[in-house]
């Protein structure tokens, strides 16, 4: 069964045919619809389009990598949050982070590369084409949603940036400011969270730079005004609210993988055969689910393994969980 809908890449799509959520909650309706508009896209070959912006979603692309599973409503993924800078329960992020100011946002880029300093978030992006991705989504805690994200391939930005040939992982750190997240007052962290991939994880081309949902600029609690997400490795990869990103020569240390080193791994596969030390990963409750529908079966790289399975040809899965 193969959940990728793949094609070649489509041209620019206006603003006012970005799918909204009730037309989501069709499924055939929807499916019928991006194939039109890849269609009438692919007949026009008009030009790519500029300018990426972390507010205007005028020109946006939809992307072929997207799944044709049916999204969780906008309330479900904006209403349960992990996002410890706003409070340790899923409701937290969305009580707590309203009033959090993400404009003007900066990312410094530093370490193993060419393009080095501290740049204004709209000025970094814009050369980028934004797409909507339809991605599953898969928490460590065994409950998983599908997210249309909007963002750009993070292989776009790292091209940008002129990594040299030490640069082997890239670090993401989420902003310290415990009077802006005042979650992070208390120690329940070691903070800032901070996350890493390796460089060949970085670059393939699922690996995402978040700055919206359902076509609307990315909410507080999912993590404004970036963030990353990587849909075939447990939730906690995707790091929210970056401001610095970091290329390394070695393994930088990740968040959960240094509270809980026996519990979470620097890589963080999602994968159905390496049981959580307290709980199996067999199976996965979608959000929105009523309590008698079945759970279900989780897959191998959440799915993803046509496209992922390849960066990991020789290793041990159980050993480099
Ligand atoms: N990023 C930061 N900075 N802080 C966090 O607490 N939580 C992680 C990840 N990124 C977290 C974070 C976890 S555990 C998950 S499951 C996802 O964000 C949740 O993303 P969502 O709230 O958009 O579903």
Known sequence: MSIIIKSSR???????????ESDYLNRREFIKKSSLLLGAAWAGRVAMPVAAST???????????????????????????????????KKDPARNAGDFQTDPWSITIEGECKKQGR???????????????IYRFRCVEGWSMVIPWIGFSLADLIKQCEPNSRAKYIEFTTLYDPKRMPGQKRRVLQWPYTEGLRIDEAMNPLTLMAVG?????????????IRL??????????????????FTETQPAC?????????????????????????????ERRIGSKFWEPKQKTLM?????EDVAYLYKDMDLTKYF
């Open 10 to 20: 489509a041209s620019d799509i206006k603003s006012s045919e970005i799918t909204p």
């Open 55 to 89: 507010k205007d979603f005028s020109s946006i692309i939809k992307s072929p990598y997207s799944t044709d599973v049916p999204p969780n409503s906008f309330k479900e993924i904006t209403s349960y949050n992990n996002f410890y800078e706003f409070g340790t329960s």
């Open 119 to 133: 740049f204004d978030l709209d000025d970094l992006i814009k050369p980028f084409a934004l797409e909507e991705r």
């Open 213 to 225: 949902l359902y076509g609307k600029t990315m909410p507080n609690q999912n993590g404004a005004p």
């Open 229 to 246: 997400v990587v849909p075939w490795k447990y939730g906690f990869k995707s790091i929210k609210s970056i401001v610095k990103i970091r």
């Open 255 to 283: 968040t959960w993988n240094v509270t809980a080193p026996k519990e979470y791994g620097f890589y963080s596969n999602v994968n159905p055969n390496v049981d959580h030390p307290r709980w199996s990963q067999r199976t």
């Open 301 to 305: 790289f959440n799915g993803y393994g």
